[in-house]
C-alpha cells in the first residue's frame, strides 16, 4: 500500500530556511522526513537552517536522530542550524540527550 505524503511546510527568507514539523517523529516517519528536508536544503543551500517542532507532538529516538543528522548535514555543507519551539516532553528529551551542547534551542521563536 503507498501513503501520500503531506508536503513539508517551509518558509525561505533572507538565507534561513524554516522547516516546519507536524504531528509525530517517530521510526515510521523519520526516514521520509529526513529526505524531505535534505532535498530542501540541498536545493536552497540557505545560510540557516531552523527546524520548528511547534507541531511535534511526540518525537523518539528516531526524531532525535533526525535532529542530530541535520545538524551534522548543515554543518558539513556550512549552513547554521538550530531547533525552535520544542514542547516540555520534547524539550526534556533534548535536555537528556545533551543536544543544547550542539545545538542552539530557541523556545519563544515566532511561528508563521
Known amino acids: 500500500m503507498r501513503t501520500l505524503e503531506t508536503p513539508l511546510k517551509c518558509l525561505s527568507e533572507e538565507g534561513v530556511l524554516t522547516v516546519f514539523l507536524e504531528?509525530?517523529?517517530?521510526?515510521?516517519?523519520?526516514?521520509?522526513?529526513?529526505?524531505?528536508i535534505d532535498t530542501k536544503m540541498f536545493i536552497k543551500r540557505p545560510s540557516e537552517l531552523i527546524l520548528d517542532?511547534?507541531?511535534?507532538h511526540f518525537m523518539d529516538s528516531s526524531g532525535l536522530g533526525l535532529i542530530l543528522g541535520r545538524f551534522t548535514k548543515a554543518t558539513e555543507l556550512g549552513i547554521a542550524f538550530k531547533v525552535a519551539n520544542p514542547n516540555e516532553q520534547?524539550?526534556?528529551?533534548?535536555?537528556?540527550?545533551g543536544t543544547e551542547r550542539l545545538i542552539k534551542i530557541e523556545t519563544n521563536r515566532e511561528v508563521y
Do not use: E, N, P
Not at 504531528?23 to 524531505?36: L, P
Not at 517542532?53 to 511535534?56: P, Y
Not at 520534547?90 to 540527550?97: C, F, N, P, S, V
Open 23 to 36: 504531528g509525530d517523529i517517530d521510526h515510521h516517519t523519520a526516514q521520509s522526513v529526513r529526505a524531505r
Open 53 to 56: 517542532l511547534s507541531g511535534v
Open 90 to 97: 520534547i524539550r526534556k528529551i533534548l535536555d537528556l540527550a
